[in-house]
């Protein structure tokens, strides 16, 4: 079976431009979540989607953050503008919750930003 | 404030030995803990979780031992091989009927954890 699928890999690009990055969930997973890992922070949650609908971004750290789910197999988080304290590994997981006692979250590789 | 503490950041053990890896949390709400792999320009992969309700899992190699009045959770690894050489994070949930959001995982530092052959 695929896993979380994140594209792109690497991106490198200049201050000010807008960044795109996308998700594929697993498939018949109802949970998506947006994360971030800096070498100070660690892994922070940004937001989670819950059938397509946003349901906690209070880790999104700025307007200039967003994040959608047009469908249940497609999320993008997009920086405008971006800036140099962006740069980042930015992950996607999804996950399965249908109890009460949590499933296992599923996380894709990650996507490697760098705002030069 | 970080919730939940990984106050090692790196670990070497010789193949063959057992690894301990430790974890704290001050959230007296979490009730549902993880542990994740991983492996340099990868995600990171679900390992093993376990459940306030316990104070021990085993799934072959790896045992977590939960601590609830210390709030304190390890992850053993026995016997360490040089494929578990990887970044380990501890990761932790409220419970379901907290009121919180909680399908929120807050994660730890990670543990580098190195098996030499």
């Known amino acids: 079976d695929a896993g979380v699928i994140q594209s792109p890999r690497h991106e490198v690009t200049e201050m000010g431009q807008e960044v795109t990055l996308r998700c594929k969930p697993i498939?018949?997973?109802?949970?998506l979540f947006w994360y971030r890992q800096t070498m100070m922070r660690g892994l922070e949650l940004l937001i989670y989607f819950n059938n397509n609908v946003p349901i906690d971004d209070s880790g999104m750290p700025e307007d200039r953050f967003s994040a959608k789910m047009p469908n249940a197999s497609f999320s993008t988080l997009k920086i405008q503008p971006s800036e140099p304290r962006d740069s980042a590994v930015y992950f996607c997981?999804?996950?399965?919750?249908?109890?009460?006692?949590?499933?296992?979250?599923?996380f894709g590789d990650g996507t490697r930003l760098s705002i030069l | 404030d970080q919730q939940v503490k990984q106050n090692s950041p790196s670990l070497s053990v010789q193949e063959g030995r057992i690894s301990i890896l430790n974890c704290d949390y001050t959230n007296s709400m979490f009730d549902y803990f993880l542990w994740y792999k991983k492996y340099p320009a990868e995600g990171p992969t679900f390992l093993i979780s376990?459940?306030?309700?316990?104070d021990k899992n085993e799934d072959g190699r790896f045992t977590v031992f939960l601590n609830k009045s210390a709030k304190h959770l390890s992850l053993h690894i026995v016997p360490s091989q040089p494929g578990d050489s990887a970044v380990y994070f501890c990761?932790?949930?409220?419970?379901?009927?907290?009121?919180?959001?909680?399908?929120?995982?807050?994660f730890g530092k990670g543990t580098l954890l190195t098996v030499n052959p």
């Open positions: 498939s018949g997973h109802d949970y």
């Open positions: 990761a932790a949930s409220p419970s379901y009927n907290s009121g919180g959001s909680n399908y929120k995982l807050t």
């Open positions: 997981a999804s996950s399965l919750w249908g109890r009460a006692v949590g499933q296992p979250q599923h």
């Open positions: 376990i459940s306030s309700i316990k």
